[in-house]
């Protein structure tokens, strides 16, 4: 691993504070706003005569957001996409699948209105490019996309009488990735359709005491067979991990005395990465390292991970020290729980974790101003790179499909010989969905912002985003290419942040902070 220190500029400019925490959240963590269509859908009660329907390109705003995945809808284009896609051994992926459905359904809105079903075979254009299945995954991602539209005009039985085309469609852990996906969904829309309705009326094949996403994530670290597993077969982990511990390992390059502050240590395996990286250094030989952990719960898993990394260490000859900060709400926490000393270079890790507080503003301000008490040399963020926080339940619906169907494909590419990890993780990524689909305001405890969003938050705590070297980056894409499915997984730059996707869909960002 190369950790040759870099130097860079420092950004010398001083971002303001002088605006309103909860007028920012209101403002910042919400999706973008788009035009309005010039007439919106409002209907809040089933018409008692059926009535045509405006066009989805005003109903389904965002499908046309996507720009050049759905203006060239021409039969020319639309075949040249197909046979493209085609020609080459490789199936048409998820999110194309999605894409073509979306294209599809913009095209023959208004054949929608009496809820009738469309032709078996997409498009109408009369060649058989796709195989059998893709002509029925795109017909079933149509019937969502026609359900889905139906229940943000609160169209509720239209929409039930959709859904029940896809009442066949099988559980998660079968299918095609795009017939799985299509499943979680629906099984969504039921769900919202029944809390709207008062329930009774639609029938949910869902525990209403199901697992929250987190716990969820808890269960499969707390499996260490099925986490290793998970970690050597899909790669954004190990992408974002190797280039987030190259740009620490970096920036205390002429320490001997490091402290890792790591809010969601998870198995640790970043850690380890860490570890070894400053065991290999020849010159400023490290004296202690320290890493702090945040435990909300789960008491014996981080003692675990706690054993684990010190028994490394050891084998390692490298002098260690592991520690946790147990709270039961990150308000508790504060700087002197921490210990740290004058003379120890701190970094913060924080994997996938603000996600969580962005909807307990009082939470997320609170853990960011210790942080700055603590003003580390650096403070690496990874976060999923999506906007599900769209006011408007259609935007959002369209946002997460897209975003879900290409990390559905991932799974199903990279872990094929895995069933029950991969029924593991779809089952996590499915109360994602289920979040997002089905709850709204402070029901949805887990809120996607972009990194654009992220800066803006950032910039009030004066904090200045560095750059990834070209070593980081180099890393990311060594990692990548390491894994069987690599040519799929894209490392991009946005501004200075990595962009972590598959098949060009982003899926994480990892971005670099200092404090001025």
Known sequence: MNTLPTTEEQNQ?????????????????????????????????????????????????????????????????????????????????????????????????????????????????????????????????????????????????????LLFHLQWNPSGGGGSPVQRVVFHFAQALLERIKRETGGGKVAVNKSENNNEERELIGNLISDTKKAVICHQKIPFNQVMQFAGVQAI????????????????????????????????????????????????????????????????????????????????????????????????????????????????????????????????????VLELEANHNSPSFVNRFIEALFFYAAFFDCIETCMKEDYECRVTIEGILSEGIRSIVAMEDGERKVRNVKIDVWRRFFARYRMVETTFSESSLYQANLVAKRFACGDFCTVGKNGKCLIVGWKGTPIHSISAWKFL
């Not at 079903?117 to 079933?140: A, K, Q, T, W």
């Open 13 to 161: 400019q001083h971002h303001q504070n002088d605006f309103n925490f909860d007028h920012f959240m209101l403002e910042d963590f919400s999706f973008e706003p788009v035009p309005q269509p010039k007439q919106p859908l409002q209907e809040t009660k089933e018409p008692k005569n059926k009535q045509v329907l405006p066009s989805s390109l005003a109903s389904l705003e965002l499908l046309s957001h996507y720009g050049s995945r759905f203006k060239r809808v021409e039969k020319q284009n639309i075949s040249h996409s197909v046979e493209t896609c085609v020609s080459t051994p490789q199936k048409l992926s998820t999110e194309e699948i999605i894409r073509l459905a979306g294209a599809r359904y913009i095209q023959h809105s208004t054949q929608w209105h009496d809820d009738v079903c469309m032709p078996m075979h997409p498009y109408g254009f009369g060649f058989g490019i796709l195989s059998e299945e893709e002509n029925r995954d795109v017909e079933l991602a149509q019937f969502l996309l026609a359900a889905a539209e139906r229940v943000g005009c609160q169209q509720f039985e239209r929409a039930s009488v």
């Open 249 to 380: 390992v970096e920036q205390v390059a002429f320490q001997t005395k490091i402290h890792l502050i790591n809010l969601d240590i998870g198995c640790g395996v970043e850690c380890t990465t860490l570890m070894q990286a400053l065991a290999e250094r020849n010159e400023r030989q490290v004296e202690l390292l320290k890493i702090t952990a945040i435990g909300l719960k789960g008491k014996t898993e981080l003692e675990k991970t706690g054993k684990r990394l010190v028994n490394f260490a050891e084998s390692l000859n490298l002098p260690f020290l592991y520690k946790v900060v147990y709270v039961t709400n990150i308000i508790e926490i504060k700087v002197e729980q921490f210990d740290i000393e004058d003379n120890e270079a701190v970094a913060v890790y924080c994997p996938i974790i603000l996600r969580t507080m962005v909807s307990d503003s009082d939470s997320l301000e609170h853990l960011m101003r210790v942080i700055r008490k603590i003003r580390p040399t650096i403070m690496i």
